[in-house]
């Protein structure tokens, strides 16, 4: 079974930086797109940043400038670097990505099973 592995996480005070990572492994054919997702106690999980395989991204507006979204795809394996890192930027950050399994005829979507980020001083 496709599995999705993070790692990363942690305490760091504002200002600082961290760098999220997420490793996908199985019967792997091909990866699309990968999203990092977090989610704050009581509210919506929310799109973070994404990448597709040719390597476009996109970021919500609250992390554009500060966080960068990257791949190895020899490594099926997508980072997160966090940089000037806020209060409001404490969640517990998910990895998501689209696989095609089967040799090319299964698509599905995957997910990590989150990693906790704390920013305080």
């Known amino acids: 079974q496709v599995q999705l592995v993070e790692s990363g996480g942690g305490l760091v005070q504002p200002g600082g930086s961290l760098r999220l990572s997420c490793a996908a492994s199985?019967?792997?054919?091909?990866?699309?797109?990968m999203d990092w997702y977090r989610q704050t106690p009581g509210k919506q999980r929310e799109l973070v940043a994404a990448?597709?395989?040719?390597?476009?991204?996109n970021y919500a507006d609250s992390v554009k400038g500060r966080f960068t979204v990257s791949r190895d795809n020899a490594k099926n394996t997508v980072y997160l670097q966090m940089a000037s890192l806020k209060p409001e930027d404490t969640a517990v950050y998910y990895c998501?990505?689209?696989?095609?399994?089967?040799?090319?005829?299964?698509?599905?979507?995957?997910w990590g099973q989150g990693t906790q980020v704390t920013v305080s001083s």
């Open positions: 998501h990505a689209d696989i095609w399994t089967r040799n090319g005829l299964t698509r599905s979507s995957y």
């Open positions: 199985g019967s792997i054919f091909r990866i699309d797109t």
């Open positions: 990448i597709t395989s040719g390597g476009s991204t």
